[in-house]
C-alpha cells in the first residue's frame, strides 16, 4: 500500500536528527478527497513516528484508498523500522 524511499536526514547545527516528509499521492489513489485523506492520515502517522534521522518520500498506491489509519500507521512504521535499521546498523530504535 505504501512504497518508502529514505535517506540519512544532513545533520545542522540547529536541528540534528530533524525529519523530512514527502508525500506522492497520484490521480489513481482517488478523487481530491480521498487523496487529501491519505496525506492527512500518512502526515499524521509520521508525527508519531519522529525521530528516526532520515528524509523520507512516501508514495501512496491506490490500495491506501480503502485503509484505515491504524494500517497505515502500521505498514509506515514496519517500513520505518526496516529502513532505520539498514541506515542505521547496531542502532536501537
Given at each position: 500500500?505504501?512504497?518508502?524511499?529514505?535517506?540519512?536526514?544532513?545533520?545542522?547545527?540547529?536541528?540534528?536528527?530533524?525529519?523530512?516528509?514527502?508525500?506522492?499521492?497520484?490521480?489513481?489513489?482517488?478523487?481530491?478527497?480521498?487523496?487529501?485523506?491519505?496525506?492527512?492520515?500518512?502526515?499524521?502517522?509520521?508525527?508519531?513516528?519522529?525521530?528516526?534521522?532520515?528524509?523520507?518520500?512516501?508514495?501512496?498506491?491506490?490500495?491506501?484508498?480503502?485503509?484505515?489509519?491504524?494500517?497505515?500507521?502500521?505498514?509506515?512504521?514496519?517500513?520505518l523500522k526496516?529502513?532505520?535499521?539498514?541506515?542505521?546498523?547496531?542502532?536501537?530504535?
Amino acid at each position: 500500500m505504501l512504497v518508502v524511499i529514505a535517506a540519512k536526514t544532513p545533520a545542522t547545527d540547529s536541528a540534528p536528527d530533524l525529519d523530512r516528509l514527502g508525500l506522492v499521492v497520484s490521480k489513481k489513489v482517488g478523487n481530491s478527497v480521498v487523496r487529501n485523506r491519505v496525506k492527512r492520515v500518512l502526515r499524521e502517522a509520521f508525527r508519531n513516528a519522529q525521530g528516526r534521522g532520515l528524509d523520507l518520500v512516501v508514495i501512496a498506491r491506490p490500495a491506501a484508498a480503502n485503509a484505515n489509519f491504524a494500517e497505515m500507521e502500521k505498514d509506515l512504521g514496519l517500513a520505518l523500522k526496516k529502513l532505520h535499521s539498514r541506515h542505521f546498523p547496531g542502532a536501537s530504535k
